[in-house]
């Protein structure tokens, strides 16, 4: 069965919905159980697994808050998604290793979402534009 364009974004917005709540236990259920997560240029690299992934949840909700994500485009592929967003909050620890000081923050993101058949997020890429970041915090 493939997974409707509906039912995809439906995943999708829980997940944001759930990041932008810091909200790790709802993230969590979004993915399957041997998720691949996968943050482009992360220190510690892909994990693989839930309890992986929530090490990189938890660290994030530390260094980042008052996050909103705004989707700007989506396309879809057979049990795929692209999706290009942009994220706007607060910098409050030190997201990639700079420090925060509370700042305003605000980036753009790549995710490539592949998803179970039963519509779990199998696989998670993210890549983050890491020389805006570095402009607004450094």
């Known amino acids: 069965m493939t997974l409707t364009r509906a039912q995809m974004d439906q995943m999708i917005d829980a997940h944001f919905g759930y990041e932008m709540r810091d909200d790790v236990e709802g993230v969590l259920a979004t993915l399957a159980p041997d998720v691949v997560h996968d ?29 909103q994500v705004e989707s700007r485009r989506r396309l879809y ?45 199998a696989r998670e890429n993210v890549w983050v534009d890491l020389a805006a970041i570095f402009a607004q915090l450094a």
């Open 39 to 67: 943050v482009v240029g992360w220190p510690a690299g892909p994990s693989n697994g839930r309890a992986a992934a929530r090490a990189f949840y938890e660290s994030l909700f530390a260094d980042l808050s008052d996050g």
């Open 77 to 121: 592929g057979d049990g795929f998604v692209v999706d290009e967003s942009f994220w706007r909050g607060r910098a409050v620890g030190r997201p990639f290793g700079l420090d925060g000081r509370g700042r305003p923050l605000e980036f753009r993101l790549l995710h490539v979402l592949e998803f179970t058949e039963a519509g779990a997020i």
